[in-house]
């Protein structure tokens, strides 16, 4: 397995070429993941948008768990998967800027008002709480992002909470790489 600056190796099964291009669509990071079907619905949502996901340590669980395994199905290596030890090593290869988001619980910005960018990168914290205060006080208030609930539900699923940002980042891009011809279906159904 290459080793990758920062400590970064590719997830087993990954694609080190990533997508169709140099720049994915968008970057998605995890900030130290708990449960590994989460992780692994991810990565098929990586394959299926050309994003690329960063997985920052320490995980809670190995790459090789047999719920990632099951979750990601055969898309892990149509993805391109990277880790890091730590928070450290992933924002010495990527600096926070003004292109990077942060999803919050509580943050006047709801995810559909950025003007998002190919590139862009959103970062999510572990399911069991979120990120911590000294990586969340990092970023700027306009880039801490929400998804609106009702007041009587406390949290999304994070794929779930992962898709429903993602999509529209895409959305806002004119979803950058689908062809048409990707939009018929493959099969026959006569």
Same mark, same amino acid.
């Given at each position: 397995?290459?080793?990758?600056?920062?400590?970064?190796?590719?997830?087993?099964?990954?694609?080190?070429?990533?997508?169709?291009?140099?720049?994915?669509?968008?970057?998605?990071?995890?900030?130290?993941?708990?449960?590994?079907?989460?992780?692994?619905?991810?990565?098929? =949502?990586?394959?299926?948008? /050309? !994003?690329? +996901?960063?997985?920052?340590?320490?995980?809670? %669980?190995? @790459?090789?768990?047999?719920?990632?395994?099951?979750?990601?199905?055969?898309?892990?290596?149509?993805?391109?998967?990277?880790?890091?030890?730590?928070?450290?090593?992933?924002?010495?290869?990527?600096?926070?800027?003004?292109?990077?988001?942060?999803?919050?619980?509580?943050?006047?910005?709801?995810?559909?008002?950025?003007?998002?960018?190919?590139?862009?990168?959103? =970062?999510?914290?572990?399911? /069991? !709480?979120? +990120?911590?205060?000294?990586?969340?006080?990092? %970023?700027? @208030?306009?880039?801490?992002?929400?998804?609106?609930?009702?007041?009587?539900?406390?949290?999304?699923?994070?794929?779930?909470?992962?898709?429903?940002?993602?999509?529209?980042?895409?959305?806002?891009?004119?979803?950058?790489?689908?062809?048409?011809?990707?939009?018929?279906?493959?099969?026959?159904?006569?």
């Amino acid at each position: 397995m290459a080793e990758h600056p920062a400590h970064n190796r590719l997830v087993p099964g990954s694609n080190p070429g990533g997508p169709t291009t140099n720049q994915p669509v968008v970057n998605i990071a995890l900030f130290t993941p708990e449960i590994p079907h989460n992780t692994g619905n991810i990565i098929r =949502l990586c394959a299926n948008v /050309g !994003a690329t +996901l960063h997985l920052i340590g320490p995980l809670g %669980f190995d @790459l090789y768990h047999p719920k990632l395994r099951r979750a990601a199905l055969d898309y892990r290596d149509l993805a391109n998967v990277i880790t890091y030890e730590s928070w450290a090593c992933f924002t010495k290869t990527h600096p926070l800027g003004s292109r990077t988001f942060a999803t919050a619980p509580v943050t006047r910005t709801p995810y559909t008002e950025p003007s998002y960018q190919r590139g862009d990168t959103i =970062l999510f914290g572990p399911e /069991g !709480a979120g +990120l911590p205060n000294e990586i969340l006080s990092q %970023f700027p @208030l306009q880039n801490r992002i929400h998804i609106p609930m009702l007041s009587t539900t406390r949290s999304l699923n994070l794929s779930n909470a992962a898709a429903i940002i993602i999509y529209e980042m895409w959305k806002q891009m004119g979803f950058a790489g689908v062809e048409v011809d990707d939009l018929v279906p493959k099969r026959d159904f006569s």
